[in-house]
């Protein structure tokens, strides 16, 4: 529910200080992790600020903070978002390129969200199913934009197998897989920006992106919950298809 302005909510009733936050009682049938996942959703800042300003999700955040301190997401930009659902990132990629026009005084962008699974639509957003990983899809993808992208960004994890280590070495090869897309649709000078998860397996990757890119950056946004393993690499000033080593 909104909180509406001049609302109270969340404060003391004057007695001293409580502990406000929700606590999720055992239900039958319902495990301990189910239990603390929906803890945590309830009481975090991000989820409710999403449901507030209209974001499919928390992520949204992430990818805000990081455009704030890169500024990737600039107004004419055109940006492929690889693994789009729920959308939340196409949402924001769409108001900062300026792909609905409003802004008559600033270039217009264009925003492709791609993902398996079918995704509800997105003002300004063009969303396709689509396999990154098929055979032509980089040409598909340059079809759909008109040309090469500014931008192409992840926000993926593969699917969890509940063993750290596995599940580490998978994202890496599907970040791996997400820049080789990049490295074939991308612009010169051109942004990479994806989620990986900090591990010893990542070092092959990352010197890949520093071949391949000006400058190679890895950060945790603070919308990035404190407890998860994830970072995000930006990598930034791509030097051309040329540049792509022909193992690469």
């Not at 994202?171 to 989620?195: H, M, N, R, S, Y």
């Amino acid at each position: 529910m909104t909180k509406q302005p001049g609302s109270r909510a969340g404060k003391s009733s004057g007695r001293g200080a409580r502990d406000l936050k929700v606590r999720v009682k055992t239900a039958k049938g319902r495990k301990l992790s189910s239990k603390l996942w929906l803890e945590r959703q309830l009481n975090d800042p991000y989820v409710a600020r999403a449901r507030r300003e209209g974001f499919r999700g928390r992520a949204a955040y992430k990818i805000i903070e990081l455009d704030d301190k890169y500024r990737f997401l600039v107004p004419g930009a055109r940006v492929v978002d690889l693994g789009c659902a729920p959308g939340g990132w196409c949402q924001v990629a769409v108001a900062r390129v300026n792909a609905l026009g409003e802004r008559a005084d600033k270039k217009q962008g264009r925003v492709l969200g791609l993902d398996l699974q079918e995704v509800d639509p997105i003002a300004g957003a063009e969303i396709h199913q689509l396999d990154f990983l098929s055979d032509g899809a980089d040409d598909q993808v340059k079809a759909w934009l008109g040309g090469p992208a500014d931008v192409v960004m992840s926000d993926m994890a593969a699917a969890s197998s509940g063993h750290k280590g596995t599940d580490h070495l998978r994202i890496v090869a599907l970040v791996e897989a997400a820049a080789q897309l990049a490295f074939d649709v991308l612009e010169p000078g051109g942004t990479f920006v994806a989620k990986v998860l900090a591990g010893g397996a990542e070092a092959e990757m990352q010197a890949m992106l520093k071949r391949n890119f000006e400058k190679v950056v890895n950060v945790k946004p603070p919308a990035s919950r404190s407890d998860s393993s994830e970072k995000f690499v930006v990598a930034t000033g791509f030097r051309g298809r040329a540049g792509v080593p022909s193992e690469a």
